[in-house]
């Protein structure tokens, strides 16, 4: 049965519109995972090396253990952050005769061929050799290099966990981020020893090969509960049931200043407040608040000038990145009703603009306590403001229409990648490179005004030109229109 679901999975992969579709993209992400085997074999090759030069008096292996703490917390943040649980077309075959055991088995054995379990592999297995190259005993690497592959498979099954218990909690990866922090916090100011111990645990695992069993009971155990989970949850009928939620109707009466937009304004703002994955953009705005907390505390960045715009205009765009970046698709599920009705286009997109807009501007007052780190973050701020709203704003509407993913709104919020395409990626570039390297070679060539000042001319510019940019990019939308009509019909 095993065989017959991945030849399943195989014609469905080949045979979709969305590996011709996205075929630049797939490329794209076989060169990076190319980069980073690479990247990880260098670093296991020149690892013991390393140690051994930075920390000359003591053991390279035992050095290596008492790191591995880092190495699990990074590991169980980037898995809880990229890494999905796999999943196949199962609705199908539940109305044949076939165990729900044997999907579920499918499923998990199918995670644990992930890239991310391979890639440490990489660099586990050649500073192994490296080691046992260097005379230490083979049975003790070796139980030491089964193990570290066990943690892997663990920290793998745990991250299954720790989504499924917080797939319903809205920005689910801050109790995450909370607990891995406080075990740093407690680790560094040698309130609990976690980094010693989990060293210490690994050393006695090595050097005592029966133990190996401990992380063995450990891993069956995750094993166990992800499968209780999923079997839990696989039934025909369970996508069925409906989902009662409460809906509260908030008047929005300020809204009927902006005049023939404002009945857009009201749509787009109840979007964003009753789904989860929109709700985010706005939650997210707190995050982008406190960005450069962690820059300008550090006396070494106090005198990196032209690194101010990029934190400026990360801080007060922060949701105009997060929502523009998805215009019209956060309309895809109803899109082909909306683009029926007798409503102009350029009013649909200017109720976008004027949401944005509003969000620099509030996150600008918000930001202006950073003051207190010096006068030229305030003004850098203020500049990176202006780019925002004469800019970046029109970049990203522009950008939108090319979009031709679906998004689902009803997804976890929570770093959710689905909708994203090449399209996010590439718009990248002109909304933070473009300021950033602008302000440098300005500032490099003349001084920290004129870079401050050609931020903002190139913002007022853009205010001044705002209506014809806007009839640029609704007639790009307008030409665009079957085309995505055609795109948000389908599931991507």
């Known amino acids: 049965m095993i065989k017959h679901f991945i030849n399943l999975e195989w014609k469905q992969y080949f045979r979709s519109s969305y590996w011709q579709k996205s075929l630049g993209l797939n490329i794209l992400l076989v060169f990076f995972a190319i980069y980073f085997t690479v990247g990880f074999l260098f670093f296991g090759f020149m690892l013991l090396p390393i140690i051994k030069k930075l920390y000359p008096e003591q053991d390279p292996f035992v050095v290596a253990n008492s790191f591995m703490f880092f190495w699990i917390i990074i590991d169980l943040m980037m898995r809880f952050f990229l890494q999905k649980l796999p999943v196949m077309s199962v609705k199908p075959l539940l109305t044949l005769p076939i165990k729900r055991s044997t999907v579920v088995h499918y499923v998990l054995g199918k995670s644990a061929l992930s890239f991310f379990n391979f890639l440490p592999l990489f660099a586990i297995i050649p500073f192994s050799i490296k080691l046992m190259g260097d005379g230490y005993e083979t049975p003790m690497i070796l139980t030491w290099m089964f193990t570290t592959i066990i943690l892997v498979l663990i920290i793998n099954f745990f991250n299954f ?71 839990d949850k696989l039934y025909l009928d369970s996508s069925l049931k409906s989902k009662v939620t409460e809906v509260k109707v908030a008047e929005l009466s300020w809204t009927r200043h902006f005049g023939d937009i404002a009945p857009f304004m009201q749509l787009d703002l109840k979007l964003i407040w009753r789904n989860k994955r929109t709700k985010s953009s706005v939650f997210i705005m707190i995050i982008g608040l406190v960005y450069g907390l962690f820059f300008y505390p550090q006396p070494v960045y106090k005198d990196m000038v032209w690194l101010f715009p990029f934190i400026g205009i990360f801080v007060t765009g922060i949701f105009l990145i997060n929502f523009g970046q998805f215009i019209p698709a956060w309309d895809s599920g109803y899109y082909k009703m909306l683009m029926s009705q007798n409503i102009k286009y350029e009013q649909y997109l200017r109720s976008k603009f004027i949401l944005m807009v509003l969000s620099v501007g509030i996150m600008f007052v918000l930001s202006i306590p950073y003051v207190y780190f010096g006068w030229k973050i305030l003004v850098a701020h203020f500049a990176a403001a202006i780019y925002n709203i004469g800019v970046n704003s029109h970049v990203m509407l522009f950008g939108g229409s090319f979009n031709r993913k679906k998004i689902d709104l009803n997804q976890r919020a929570a770093f959710n990648y689905q909708g994203t395409g090449a399209v996010q990626w590439i718009i990248g570039l002109p909304l933070m490179l473009l300021p950033m390297g602008i302000f440098a070679v300005v500032n490099w060539l003349v001084g920290f005004e004129a870079g401050i000042a050609v931020l903002i001319l190139m913002g007022i510019a853009g205010v001044v030109l705002h209506k014809k940019l806007m009839k640029i990019i609704t007639q790009r939308y307008l030409d665009s229109k079957y085309k995505m009509i055609d795109a948000f019909s389908k599931d991507n």
């Open 161 to 231: 966990i720790v989504e499924a218990l917080s797939a319903k909690t809205e920005l689910s990866f801050l109790p995450l981020i909370a607990i891995i922090g406080a075990l740093y916090g407690l680790d560094y100011f040698n309130v609990l020893p976690i980094k010693s111990a989990i060293g210490g645990t690994l050393m006695t695992i090595a050097n005592n090969p029966i133990l190996i069993l401990i992380p063995i009971g450990f891993l069956l155990l995750f094993y166990w509960y992800n499968f209780k989970i999923l079997e």
